[in-house]
């Protein structure tokens, strides 16, 4: 490791981290593009520590490695420590992603201590399943797979979607700026029974709402009429579909319900809405994600409204002492 420069990512290194992205995104093929503002976004998120949570790995001026952490903007009964990183396809197999986990390692507890002193630390990675060294990786280093998540995607251009509509006294309308608190209370309703869900807050909220991926005309929320109570949730965002699937791609980010109005419908037809709005606007492909042991029953709905699994991915836990 001593042939490499090891530093934290700085906002002028964006450039050179999506170079090193669109590298690993090529051989590795898990359908993620990412643009200058995204990573600027990931860099200003207020739950990262650019100084002491991400480092690239540098050969030269060339950026060949990094990791980041992020910290959950709240937790209950224990920390999970998202933990992210990977190596140019050209570098791997020298040990840099050891390294990297080895990082990880190090340097979480001092960002727990910071905010849950009080709580057990779990670091919570991701390999794609079929990703044999990945897998393997993780294993060695004392990782256990915890959960598995299904990435999913619906045809735009062919999908006959069903007639869902609203029950009769919940009416939708777009997502926007001035309804941001209304659905930051059903998020955090709708995901109190989902594992590793933990509350948002207002400043996370607002950071994930609010960047450049966001498509929030197409997004909607359903309020009850006679209340004015807002009951559900469907955020879009756009990505590119990259290379060789040229064409934009409709991420449904979220789908929530408040557990006291699930079982009328609702969500699925306020997600039949949006990816009817995502036709119109021409979107090629629509994807999302959803644990495939979802206790809301969302993989059937899903399938329901012509989504398919495209990959499946492993969560990958370990318990850190701090």
């Known amino acids: ?47 990262i520590d650019r100084e002491r949570g991400t480092v690239g ?9 990094y990791a980041r952490l992020r910290c959950r903007s709240a937790a209950t009964d224990e920390h999970l420590m998202f933990a992210q990183g990977a190596v140019h396809p050209e570098y791997r197999g020298r040990g840099l992603g050891g390294a990297l986990l080895r990082w990880q390692e190090e340097h979480a507890p001092a960002l727990h201590r910071a905010r849950y002193p009080e709580l057990p630390l779990k670091l919570y990675g991701a390999s794609k399943q079929g990703q044999e060294d990945s897998t393997a990786l993780y294993k060695a280093y004392g990782f256990e797979v915890g959960r598995w ?9 062919t999908a006959q979607l069903p007639g869902d509509q609203l029950p009769e006294g919940v009416a939708s309308v777009p ?14 309703d709708s995901f109190r029974d989902h594992w590793g869900s933990t509350p948002a807050t207002e400043a996370s909220w607002e950071h994930s709402t609010s ?34 699937a040229p064409g934009r791609e409709l991420y449904i980010a979220l789908v929530g319900t408040r557990r006291a109005a699930r079982k009328r419908g609702i969500a699925s037809a306020l997600l039949t809405e949006v990816l ?5 606007e021409g979107y090629a492909l629509s994807s999302l994600g959803v644990d495939a042991d ?16 495209r990959e499946t991915w492993l969560s990958q836990l370990k318990p850190v002492a701090f």
Request: with cysteine; proline share 4%.
């Open 1 to 47: 490791m001593t042939d490499f420069q090891w530093r934290s990512i700085e906002l002028a290194d964006i450039e050179s981290w999506l170079t090193l992205l669109e590298a690993i995104e090529a051989v590795d093929q898990e359908h993620e593009h990412y643009s200058v503002d995204q990573l600027r976004e990931w860099l200003t998120d207020p739950d």
């Open 57 to 65: 790995v540098w050969d030269g001026d060339r950026m060949v490695g």
């Open 149 to 157: 998540f299904f990435d999913m995607v619906c045809d735009l251009t």
């Open 175 to 188: 997502f926007a700026a001035e309804r941001r608190a209304d659905g930051l209370a059903v998020r955090n």
């Open 211 to 244: 960047g450049s991926a966001s498509r929030p005309e197409l997004s909607r929320i359903a309020y009850d009429d006679a209340t004015g109570e807002a009951l559900a949730i469907v955020l879009a965002e756009e990505y590119e579909q990259g290379p060789g």
């Open 276 to 280: 009817r709005a995502g036709q119109a």
């Open 294 to 309: 979802s206790p809301t029953g969302a993989l059937g709905l899903y399938q329901r409204l012509g989504y398919t699994p």
